[in-house]
């Protein structure tokens, strides 16, 4: 996998890569590193995987020239910390995609760490937690659709090819040095109030309607704001509901995406 290296901060900062040129998982083959005493910072990068997931275990289609991206963290504090990291690499994620294209009004973060394009899938974080030798680690999956989007999404996905982006090794780069921004902001949870209002200020459908889907029902209502947890708050007609975890549907930018043309 050509042209893939660490930025200039994360290299300053003793982070480590490995590269790969296909792998079943990156988030499998950090998960195996932290197993055997690997402690991080460690980034694997691969250029094709054949058992890429995202959430909730649905397969994650690994196209040629995107980006597949996996990080493994520890010694960042308890484990109630870890799901915040993943509002730390959604902004790492969206900060490093703004600097490359510039495209600021086009890219916006959904509930709670996807990046869309002009309201579609671009990127995805998938996190999950392990044990790194004797602490608790974290593993951050990041992909990014820089040179194709895939067509078996559930939600509509598109690539960086809009915006004339990077490729998946440029746009690592980045990566890895918004990553260490990020997480210096972060601090251990106590800069998670600045982090949690940067996040607002790219949120996708802020103030319009949203749908939680969750396992036994569906929430409807107003996407009021994020809590000091990161949780999604729902004003509905019955009151604040606060979700920790669940499929988000946007109705707004449904509305707005053009239908596709249908052949005579």
């Not at 910390?81 to 510039?102: R, Y």
């Not at 996190?127 to 680690?137: D, M, S």
């Not at 990161?230 to 946007?250: H, K, N, P, Q």
Request: with cysteine.
């Amino acid at each position: 996998m050509e042209g893939v290296k660490l930025g200039d901060r994360a290299l300053a900062r003793g982070v480590r890569l490995e590269i790969y040129d296909e792998i079943d998982s990156t988030n499998d083959e950090a998960k195996r590193r932290a197993e055997g005493g690997d402690a991080g910072p460690l980034w694997i990068v691969a250029a094709r995987q054949t058992k890429g997931r995202g959430r909730l275990g649905r397969s994650w289609s690994s196209l040629e020239g995107n980006l597949h991206a996996s990080v493994l963290l520890s010694g960042f504090g308890p484990p109630a910390l870890a799901p915040q990291l993943g509002f730390v690499a959604g902004l790492a994620t969206i900060a490093a995609l703004i600097e490359s294209t510039g495209a600021v009004d086009r890219l916006a973060l959904k509930w709670p760490n996807d990046v869309l394009l002009d309201g579609e899938k671009l990127a995805g974080v998938l996190l999950e937690g392990v044990r790194a030798g004797a602490t608790f680690g974290c593993v951050i999956g990041v992909g990014v659709n820089c040179a194709a989007a895939p067509r078996d999404l559930p939600v509509p996905a598109s690539d960086l090819s809009r915006l004339s982006g990077p490729g998946a090794g440029a746009l690592f780069a980045l990566l890895s040095d918004k990553m260490e921004e990020t997480l210096a902001l972060w601090a251990g949870g106590a800069g998670f109030p600045l982090l949690r209002e940067r996040w607002l200020g790219h949120a996708a459908g802020l103030g319009g309607e949203i749908e939680a889907r969750l396992a036994r029902e569906t929430v409807a209502g107003i996407f009021e704001t994020i809590d000091a947890d990161g949780r999604l708050i729902i004003s509905t007609r019955s009151g604040r509901r606060a979700i920790e975890a669940g499929d988000i549907f946007l109705p707004a930018l449904a509305a707005a995406r053009p239908e596709p043309e249908r052949g005579r």
